[in-house]
Antibody, heavy 121, light 112 residues
Framework: EVQLLESGGALVQPGGSLRLSCAAS????????MSWVRQAPGKGLEWVSA????????YFADSVRGRFTVSRDNSKNTLYLQMNSLRAEDTAVYYC??????????????WGQGTLVTVSS | QSVLTQPPSVSGAPGQRVTISCTGS?????????VHWYQQFPGTAPKVLIY???DRPSGVPDRFSGSKSGTSASLAISGLQAEDEADYYC????????????FGGGTKLTVL
């Protein structure tokens, strides 16, 4: 059974940093690209970042580029999101999601339960 | 402002058929990229409902169907049931420099 378990969410002050983790199990982690998707309170889904199975290809949304970094440790089956220079608008539930390729695009066939990041003084 | 446009809300009575639209542009849906749909209940993670425009993962009832034409896509739910009340999101890919994966703003389905 595929499981994705996020952790690391917390209350942090503006300008602060936080690292989220996503522990994966039930599939060959290194064979799959992964993404982070966030959802601000009462709002819709926003794609944040994607990383290939090897970690060699990385993509970011404009809203976080230069402040967030994504990485993975395939020996530990864990995905990370390092968030720096946090802003109030980064407040959201952060989901990690497993990528499933289909044709020329991909979708997310499994999602974690999410971890809440609150940026406030 | 989401790259893909969905109506904020739709409603229908039990047993009825409702559709949710997802309108994009020439850099996403209109470029031929597939559209995928997710269902999300309050306080829970999204779940894929339709992938590749009109395919259903195992376990998703055939009451749910998807279609795509031009720069738009639609999710149809027939035989509406109370447990279908949820938020629905479309997702595609955008080849512009400013986005990679794009989501619609979401549609709240209310079963009357």
């Amino acid at each position: 059974e595929v499981q994705l378990l996020e952790s690391g969410g917390a209350l942090v002050q503006p300008g602060g940093s936080l690292r989220l983790s996503c522990a994966a199990s039930g599939f060959t982690f290194s064979s799959y690209a992964m993404s982070w998707v966030r959802q601000a309170p009462g709002k819709g889904l926003e794609w944040v970042s994607a990383i290939s199975g090897s970690g060699g290809a990385i993509y970011f949304a404009d809203s976080v580029r230069g402040r967030f970094t994504v990485s993975r440790d395939n020996s530990k089956n864990t995905l990370y999101l390092q968030m720096n220079s946090l802003r109030a608008e980064d407040t959201a539930v952060y989901y990690c999601a497993k990528v499933k390729y289909h044709g020329s695009t991909y979708y997310y066939d499994y999602w974690g339960q999410g971890t809440l990041v609150t940026v406030s003084s | 402002q989401s790259v893909l446009t969905q109506p904020p809300s739709v409603s229908g009575a039990p047993g009825q058929r409702v559709t949710i639209s997802c309108t994009g542009s020439s850099s996403n849906i209109g470029a031929g990229y597939d559209v995928h749909w997710y269902q999300q209940f309050p306080g829970t993670a999204p779940k894929v409902l339709i992938y590749g425009n009109n395919d259903r993962p195992s376990g998703v009832p055939d009451r749910f169907s998807g279609s795509k034409s031009g720069t738009s896509a639609s999710l149809a739910i027939s035989g509406l049931q109370a447990e279908d009340e949820a938020d629905y999101y479309c997702q595609s890919y955008d080849n512009s420099l400013t986005a990679h994966v794009v989501f619609g703003g979401g549609t709240k389905l209310t079963v009357l």
